[in-house]
Each structure stands twice: as structure tokens, then as C-alpha cells.
């Protein structure tokens, strides 16, 4: 099985704030890296596919970025309706997510 | 409007069954995998499995937590998909999600339905 590590477990920023999340694989994945949005109450909502690509109507402020066994995902510049947990997921064999990173907004 | 909503779940006790289920709108169920992911309460996603489409022979595959105990199907002729899950235990309670896949992400998600297993 692959694990996935998310760092940190949760974080708090600011409105403007710069922000990201780091994603590690136990073994190389490639680029077979998806990020997911998660609020209170509500189903994920898939962010950032194959590690860097945007689905419609994901705003340009979420990037991915990296390869193999590390990867990260950045807010540009943190809004208010970002708070929310945030869950990496390797599709290299099936599937297994991260444990989350719950961010909160100072 | 493309949509998925689960139906099926419930309060079991340890060692019971259930079937949940899963109808699709909107898009072409039979081009896509399909996924069930559960959430225990207060934890993180956990991938259960999944069935190919058609193309694919229907294979379906399994996280190891459940390999032997739950089984996926489909009815593509009713846009629809169903996780037969038997000798459940107190760990399987969780809210229970599918996804649509296209064989690298989840792109589309329904909102859940909750399993809950205790005497």
C-alpha cells in the first residue's frame, strides 16, 4: 500500500496569507497526485487534479505542484472561504488519501 | 446537472449487512468508474473500492479493510451502483460517498449517506 503524509495537520492564516501544504508518498507516484477540498457537513470537492491541473470553476489562487513523493499545494492569496480540510490522494496504485490538513482562517 | 445520491444507510449491528446504493444523473454512467469512499466520524478519506466500466471488463477492486466483506456492483441500465456490505463491524461506521472516476480522480461526489454499526 502507499501512504500518504500531509504536513502540517493543521494550520492558521490570514486573509492575503500565502499558504502550503505539503504532500509526501512512500514510494514515487509520478504524478498521479489529487488534491481535495473538504468544508463541515459536505462532500470533498475535487481542487487540483494530477498534480497540477484546475478543474472549471476551481479559482487560479489553488496550484499543485511536484513529483514522484513530494508535492504541495498552495493558496496564492488565502480568502475567507478557504477554510476548510484539505486532502491529498495518489491514484498511482487505486487509491489512498492523505490525513487531512484542517485550515483555519486567523 | 451531473449528480450522484446514495440511499441505503442505516443502524446495523456488528456482524449485520447492508446494501447501499447509489443513483447517477447527467452524464454517461456507463463510460465511468465509480468509487466508494467512507469517512469515519471526525476522521479522514478512505478509499473502499471501486468498479470499472465496461471497457474495462467491470473489474472491481478493493481496499484491503473490507476485501472479503463488502462487493461492488453496478446496473448500468439504471445508471446505477450499489456496495453490498456484510459482516460489518464497529470500524465500518462512517459516512459512505461515492465518487465519480475517471480512473485518476474523483470529479464528482454525492453527499453520503451514514452507516452506523452498534448494538
Known amino acids: 500500500d502507499i501512504q500518504m503524509t500531509q504536513s502540517p495537520s493543521s494550520l492558521s492564516a490570514s486573509v492575503g496569507d500565502r499558504v502550503t501544504i505539503t504532500c509526501r508518498a512512500s514510494?514515487?507516484?509520478?504524478?498521479?497526485l489529487n488534491w481535495y477540498q473538504q468544508k463541515p457537513g459536505k462532500a470533498p470537492r475535487l481542487l487540483i487534479y494530477?498534480?497540477?491541473n484546475l478543474p472549471s470553476g476551481v479559482p487560479p489562487r489553488f496550484s499543485g505542484s511536484g513529483s514522484g513523493t513530494e508535492f504541495t499545494l498552495t493558496i496564492g492569496s488565502l480568502q475567507p472561504e478557504d477554510s476548510a480540510t484539505y486532502f491529498c490522494?495518489?491514484?498511482?496504485?487505486?487509491?489512498?488519501f492523505g490525513q487531512g490538513t484542517q485550515l483555519e482562517i486567523k | 446537472e451531473v449528480q450522484l445520491v446514495e440511499s441505503g444507510g442505516g443502524l446495523v449491528q456488528p456482524g449485520g449487512s447492508l446494501r447501499l446504493s447509489c443513483a447517477a444523473s447527467g452524464f454517461t454512467f456507463s463510460d465511468h468508474y465509480v468509487e466508494w469512499v467512507r469517512q469515519a466520524p471526525g476522521k479522514g478519506l478512505e478509499w473502499v473500492g471501486r468498479?470499472?466500466?465496461?471497457?474495462?471488463?467491470?473489474?472491481?477492486e478493493y481496499a484491503a479493510s473490507v476485501k472479503g466483506r463488502f462487493t461492488i456492483s453496478r446496473d448500468d441500465s439504471k445508471n446505477s451502483l450499489f456496495l453490498q456490505t456484510d459482516s460489518l463491524k464497529i470500524e465500518d461506521t462512517a459516512v459512505y460517498y461515492c465518487?465519480?472516476?475517471?480512473?485518476?480522480?474523483?470529479?464528482?461526489w454525492g453527499k453520503g449517506t451514514t452507516v452506523t454499526v452498534s448494538s
Open positions: 494530477t498534480t497540477s
Open positions: 490522494q495518489q491514484s498511482f496504485v487505486l487509491h489512498s
Open positions: 514510494q514515487s507516484i509520478l504524478s498521479f
Open positions: 468498479t470499472r466500466n465496461k471497457a474495462h471488463s467491470y473489474m472491481t
Open positions: 465518487a465519480r472516476g475517471g480512473g485518476w480522480y474523483m470529479d464528482v
